[in-house]
């Protein structure tokens, strides 16, 4: 029987796969059956910063709107002891879980400004969490804006995390990038744990009939977990980081891909919400199968055994082979099923 083990973020983990932050992760019952179903951890869906300070500063007009108001019109205000805020909710969730499940549990702050919300941070520790994923979802945009002054506001915004916890951090990027092996560096020279590759962004649609511009979460396909494959092959030998791929990974042969590459834990989010918590076992099943059928003792002997430095060929990661590969009967090496899908 091989051993399934791995470490990540300081957490000895049974397996891994690890539902990553979705609602899914977010209810109790859900949860419950991700245990039951295999998961070797789960990482919490976000706590955002948008719906906290929407919600301290509704509070804050509230009592203002108390200390001057009438006897008669407070009557129908809301006690406040019954109030739960989106923190108090979600801190109650953290406890329950930590009472009730028996796999590491990571919490997840969004943000990407540092006005306050950071704080709650201490809230997740306190209320139990194991370790803490802050999911750096950004666009810059802005014409006066540079890639190094966009680095610079995120390592300042980490830089706060860390020193408001004790737990372990892991960040998770997006690919947008230039040159993202160089910003992974710097977050380690802070003192994160680990990093997460990479999160998807959600794409707005245009509906032509209205014109309006349409948010849409559109669920991803396998092929998209290839370009986490390619960095984190790139990245496995430059930083001694516990990494999690994310995006893409459905099937147990995206996440031997993903951990013979280099990666630590494989996040599952997308094949969970389109199957399930009950796909977990399937995936956990199938990897157990393969590793058993091509006699590996264990997930460890795998793991980053085709890194950028392992590889026989690793030029294939890199650029080396783009001219041999889009050049004469390029059309041949078209894998023409893409379109069919
Ligand atoms: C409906 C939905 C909600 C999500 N919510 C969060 C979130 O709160 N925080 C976060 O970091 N990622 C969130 N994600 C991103 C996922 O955790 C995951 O990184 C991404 O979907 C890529 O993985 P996949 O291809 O397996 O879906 C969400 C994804 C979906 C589809």
Redesign the pocket.
């Given at each position: 029987m091989s051993d399934l083990r791995t470490q990540y973020l300081g957490l000895q983990l049974k397996n891994p796969l690890v539902p990553?932050?979705?609602?899914l992760t977010g209810d109790f019952d859900s949860a419950r059956r991700l245990e039951d179903a295999g998961a070797a951890a789960l990482v919490l869906?976000?706590l955002f910063e948008e719906a906290l300070r929407h919600e301290e500063e509704h509070m804050t007009a509230f009592l203002h709107h108390q200390d001057i108001g009438h006897v008669e019109a407070e009557q129908y205000l809301p006690d406040m002891p019954d109030y739960l805020s989106e923190l108090d909710l979600h801190v109650q969730r953290i406890e329950r879980y930590k009472k009730s499940l028996s796999i590491p549990v990571i919490g997840?702050l969004?943000g990407i400004t540092p006005q306050g919300w950071i704080r709650h941070a201490r809230d997740l520790q306190d209320a139990g969490c194991d370790a803490l994923?802050l999911?750096l979802y950004g666009i810059a945009s802005r014409r006066n804006e540079s890639a190094v002054e966009v680095e610079q506001h995120y390592l300042f915004l980490v830089q706060k995390l860390l020193d408001t916890v004790s737990i372990p951090v892991t960040v998770?990027l997006s690919a947008q990038f230039s040159s993202p092996i160089h910003f992974i560096g710097e977050l380690e020279q802070l003192g994160v744990q680990g990093v997460s590759l990479f999160?998807?962004f959600y794409q707005p649609d245009i509906d032509l009939a209205t014109r309006h511009i349409v948010p849409r979460?559109q669920?991803?396909h396998s092929y998209?977990s290839l370009v986490r494959i390619r960095w984190i092959a790139m990245l496995r030998n430059q930083v001694n980081l516990g990494i999690a791929a994310?995006?893409?990974?459905h099937t147990a042969d995206d996440a031997l891909k993903g951990l013979m590459v280099g990666a630590d834990v494989i996040?599952?989010?997308?094949?969970l919400?389109m199957q399930g918590p009950a796909a977990m076992a399937d995936l956990l099943r199938d990897l157990r199968q393969w590793l058993e059928l091509n006699e590996y003792a264990s997930v460890q002997q795998l793991k980053g055994c085709l890194s950028y430095q392992n590889a026989i060929n690793p030029a294939a990661f890199e650029r080396a082979n783009y001219a041999e590969l889009i050049g004469q009967d390029a059309w041949l090496k078209v894998d023409l099923r893409r379109g069919r899908e």
């Amino acid at each position: 029987m091989s051993d399934l083990r791995t470490q990540y973020l300081g957490l000895q983990l049974k397996n891994p796969l690890v539902p990553s932050s979705s609602p899914l992760t977010g209810d109790f019952d859900s949860a419950r059956r991700l245990e039951d179903a295999g998961a070797a951890a789960l990482v919490l869906p976000s706590l955002f910063e948008e719906a906290l300070r929407h919600e301290e500063e509704h509070m804050t007009a509230f009592l203002h709107h108390q200390d001057i108001g009438h006897v008669e019109a407070e009557q129908y205000l809301p006690d406040m002891p019954d109030y739960l805020s989106e923190l108090d909710l979600h801190v109650q969730r953290i406890e329950r879980y930590k009472k009730s499940l028996s796999i590491p549990v990571i919490g997840s702050l969004n943000g990407i400004t540092p006005q306050g919300w950071i704080r709650h941070a201490r809230d997740l520790q306190d209320a139990g969490c194991d370790a803490l994923e802050l999911n750096l979802y950004g666009i810059a945009s802005r014409r006066n804006e540079s890639a190094v002054e966009v680095e610079q506001h995120y390592l300042f915004l980490v830089q706060k995390l860390l020193d408001t916890v004790s737990i372990p951090v892991t960040v998770k990027l997006s690919a947008q990038f230039s040159s993202p092996i160089h910003f992974i560096g710097e977050l380690e020279q802070l003192g994160v744990q680990g990093v997460s590759l990479f999160n998807r962004f959600y794409q707005p649609d245009i509906d032509l009939a209205t014109r309006h511009i349409v948010p849409r979460i559109q669920l991803s396909h396998s092929y998209e977990s290839l370009v986490r494959i390619r960095w984190i092959a790139m990245l496995r030998n430059q930083v001694n980081l516990g990494i999690a791929a994310t995006g893409g990974f459905h099937t147990a042969d995206d996440a031997l891909k993903g951990l013979m590459v280099g990666a630590d834990v494989i996040h599952l989010c997308s094949v969970l919400l389109m199957q399930g918590p009950a796909a977990m076992a399937d995936l956990l099943r199938d990897l157990r199968q393969w590793l058993e059928l091509n006699e590996y003792a264990s997930v460890q002997q795998l793991k980053g055994c085709l890194s950028y430095q392992n590889a026989i060929n690793p030029a294939a990661f890199e650029r080396a082979n783009y001219a041999e590969l889009i050049g004469q009967d390029a059309w041949l090496k078209v894998d023409l099923r893409r379109g069919r899908e």
